[in-house]
């Protein structure tokens, strides 16, 4: 083939295919650009969540029996918080005060709902709480004192590491759970039955025992008068 003929044949396919390039070009960018713009699919989907309050009175003990995903807040109101997403059902709490105890007696929330029940108070007014088959979250909490009494319960304590509680008295038995992240305490005592805690913080003073297959571990004591028998088991790094 004559060289002229091949430089035809050159300009003839390049002009032919300009078009079909450019075409496939401006569909690719298209494409991406209608993607950045809608988003991803659980972005663009996600539900309202509605938030719904409930004034509760005045009380200074606080009881929790047979409950779970419930979170205790510090807060200068005494309410609960119900959340749920929209198109879903509010969920109920039934409760009852007796004297100075406020009683959580039941929740009920569909299965999809994965919110906790939020209860707000003023923790320095409250003596103590006790927990009985429940399962529950201490967050940022800030007190003088928190005194906790758990029989067959599981505890998170989940502070930031500015927030204090001065002293932090526990009772657990029945194969109480107690597990925290690190925050401030001063002084703690502790005394644990067939239970488990995991106390990461530096404590100035503690107190308490451990028996029937207890374990406890704190991060750092420098005082201690502590107790345990020999099925126990007792950690702390200094």
Do not use: C
């Amino acid at each position: 083939m004559k060289t002229s003929n091949i430089i035809l044949v050159s300009v003839i396919a390049s002009f032919m295919l300009t078009p079909i390039i450019g075409g496939l070009l401006q569909n690719r960018f298209l494409n991406k650009s209608k993607s950045e713009t809608q988003g991803s699919p659980e972005t663009q989907d996600s539900p309202e969540v509605l938030l719904n309050y409930i004034e509760l009175p005045d009380y200074k003990y606080l009881v929790i029996e047979d409950q779970k995903d419930i979170t205790i807040e510090t807060s200068v109101d005494n309410q609960l918080i119900l959340k749920n997403e929209e198109g879903f059902p509010t969920p109920k709490v039934d409760y009852h005060v007796n004297r100075d105890t406020l009683f959580i007696d039941d929740i009920s929330k569909s299965a999809e709902n994965k919110y906790p029940i939020i209860i707000h108070t003023p923790l320095k007014d409250v003596g103590w709480i006790e927990g009985r088959n429940s399962d529950f979250k201490i967050s940022n909490i800030s007190a003088g004192k928190l005194f906790l009494k758990l029989d067959d319960s599981k505890v998170v304590i989940s502070n930031s590491a500015e927030k204090k509680i001065r002293d932090l008295t526990i009772y657990g038995s029945n194969g109480s759970r107690i597990n925290s992240n690190s925050f401030q305490v001063d002084d703690l005592v502790i005394h644990l039955d067939h239970s488990n805690a995991s106390i990461p913080v530096s404590i100035e003073n503690l107190s308490g025992s451990l028996v029937n297959g207890s374990k406890l571990y704190v991060k750092e004591v420098n005082h201690f008068d502590f107790t345990k028998d020999k099925s126990s088991k007792f950690t702390h790094h200094n």
